[in-house]
């Protein structure tokens, strides 16, 4: 089983944050939101292993604040 890597892979992490701000630059917030539910299901078919999206999506609901 493999584990969710956190650390960054990229050898131009800005490079690549800014290709992901570019990605949605133009796009009302509807197509921008389309846009990054497909690239989630893209990366999480890469990814392939249902334990590390579980991990990955316990990572990503942390930082969300709590509903009241």
Known sequence: ?????VASRFPNPDAAYE???ESRRGLSEKDAA???ARL???LANHIGDPEV???AIA???QTLAPKD
């Open 1 to 5: 089983m493999s584990r969710l890597i």
């Open 59 to 61: 990572l990503a609901q």
């Open 53 to 55: 999206l579980r991990e």
């Open 40 to 42: 989630v299901l893209i």
């Open 19 to 21: 290709a992901l701000v």
């Open 34 to 36: 389309a846009l990054d």
